[in-house]
């Protein structure tokens, strides 16, 4: 958002640009908001806009989904990272809140953890593996 100030005929005014779209601009003027149509040529911003999908999911959903035909669980990368190392092998049984993985992701390493049991059918990733985020990393039987 851009600021500017203008003095027209003595009076100041404190003006906002909030953003253009095509040919008119939304402009706040001392806490009102107008729409401006600008006549002349417009210049097109170079930067790309970021449009993220929201994330609609509780704590932990994310981590883990169940397969239907197979009745398997997946444990998904929460997101991109690195795995750094593995604590559980194929036949393993584990217990839910088990830590069974250490990953980086942002410098920061975090512990992978189950939200349900059972045992370790496969395990997608090797250490030093790099993992884009809702990767398969292990399914549970």
């Known amino acids: ?12 005014y404190d003006v ?7 040919n008119v601009a939304e402009l706040d003027v001392n806490g009102t908001i107008y729409e401006v149509q600008i006549h002349g ?11 993220r999908k929201p994330v609609e999911q509780k704590p932990g959903e994310g981590l883990i989904k169940k397969t239907e035909s197979s009745g398997k669980f ?23 809140g088990q830590n069974v993985m250490v990953m980086e992701a942002m410098k920061m390493e975090n512990q992978i953890q189950t939200i349900k049991g059972g045992e370790v059918t496969s395990i997608k990733v090797n250490v030093g593996d790099s993992v884009l985020q809702d990767d398969v990393l292990i399914e549970i039987g």
């Open 1 to 12: 958002m851009k600021k500017y100030k203008f003095t027209i005929s003595g009076n100041q």
């Open 16 to 22: 906002h640009l909030k953003g253009i779209e095509e």
């Open 41 to 51: 040529e417009v210049k097109t911003s170079k930067t790309p806009t970021l449009v």
């Open 74 to 96: 997946k444990v998904t990368a929460p997101l991109p990272g690195t795995i750094l190392k593995i604590n559980i092998k194929v036949g393993d049984v584990v217990n839910e």
